[in-house]
Structure formats: C-alpha cells, structure tokens
C-alpha cells in the first residue's frame, strides 16, 4: 500500500479533489478534521493556556477555534507552536488509521502543512493542487464570509507554509479551465500501477 500525501493552499480545491478520489474508492485521512479534535481534550487545553491565555477559551472552558485561527494567521511563530503540539498527535493517530486499510493500492492524507510540519517523510508520493490567487480569493470569500483581504492575509501565510521547498510528484490545476476529473483519474491509474 502506499501512503500519499496531498496538499495545496486554501481554496485551492483539496477537499473536492479528495472526494472524487473517494469515489474511486480511494480512503482518505483529513487531517485538519482530525486535528480539531485534539483541542477537546483536557491535556491539549492545559498546553494550549500558557501559549494563548485565556481569549481563546469560552465560558465554558472550550476552545475558541475561531478565535484560535484569527491569532495564529496573525502570528507564525503562535502557529508553529500549535502545529508542533497537535500534529505528532495526528501522525499517530493517522498511524493507527492506515493500517485498517493494507489491502488497498494506495491511501490519502489530506493536509495544507504537508511542508511546513516535515511530514512529507511519511509519504511515498505528494500530490499538489493548486489554482490562481483570484479564483481562490473568490471561492475562500464566499466559503468563510471573509474579506478580499482577509483572504489573501490568510493565503499569504498558507502559501509560505505549503511552497517552500515543494516538491510534489503530481499536480492538479484547479483553474476552472482543466477538467479536474481527468487529472485525478490519470493520477489514480498511475498510482494503481505503482504497487
């Protein structure tokens, strides 16, 4: 089986690409989904208050993820050290989840830090998807009711994370363009092939 990683910025299409993988019965780990739910538990809260004080903690004692992502995307170093506390957890819990699913050619794990975190040692291949600044300005603002800037502040920063030093085996142009579908299926045969 091997394990593939993919990524790309956000409003890049990553979870629509990865859904049409899963039509090809392809299992998928999304890792930003698993990674919320670390900060229910009682351990991470008690990390998280000495970084973050007590603003990113509600009434009754839940974290704010909203506020939590308005103060990381304004400061890098607050995200990495969150980054550096929830994602051992989830490459142990992905660690855990791929191994119910052996019998298959291939896996994916969907995140925008492939990079950024040094995941991409965990991978036998890395699949990129990417589209230009306007469209993704134009889907993240009607997706999260976000300003033009506000958008491109978050891409700014998520660009940084995913590009530096990228490498991937495949890439999908998600520019509304190209049919998406076709890619993704000429990626699937490859990968079909690879075992």
Same mark, same amino acid.
């Given at each position: ?44 809260k ?47 819990h ?9 019998n ?27 589209? =230009?600044?306007?469209? +993704? #300005? @134009? ?10 800037? !506000?958008?491109? %502040? ?13 490498? =991937?085996?495949?890439? +999908? #142009? @998600? ?6 579908i076709?890619?993704?299926? !000429?990626?699937? %045969? ?6």
């Open positions: 089986m091997l394990k593939v990683g993919i990524t790309g910025n956000i409003g890049s299409g990553k979870t629509t690409t990865c859904r049409i993988f899963e039509h090809l019965g392809v299992p998928v780990y999304y890792s930003d989904y698993e990674a919320k739910k670390y900060y229910d538990y009682q351990e991470i008690e990390k998280l208050y000495p970084i973050f004080g007590e603003e990113i903690f509600t009434e009754t004692n839940e974290v704010d993820k909203k506020k939590l992502g308005q103060i990381v995307f304004n400061r890098l170093d607050l995200l990495q050290q969150l980054n550096n506390l929830i994602h051992p957890l989830v490459e142990e992905f660690t855990k989840w791929y191994r119910q699913y052996e298959h050619f291939y896996i994916l794990f969907e995140s925008a830090l492939l990079y950024s975190c040094n995941l991409t040692h965990l991978f036998d291949k890395i699949i990129l998807v990417d589209a =230009p600044l306007h469209l +993704i #300005i @134009n889907r993240v603002m009607k997706r999260d009711k976000l300003s033009s800037e !506000e958008v491109k %502040q978050k891409f700014n920063i998520q660009s940084w994370l995913t590009c530096e030093n990228m490498k =991937p085996d495949y890439m +999908i #142009i @998600n520019d509304e363009s190209r049919l998406i076709p890619q993704i299926i !000429e990626i699937h %045969q490859d990968l079909m092939h690879e075992k």
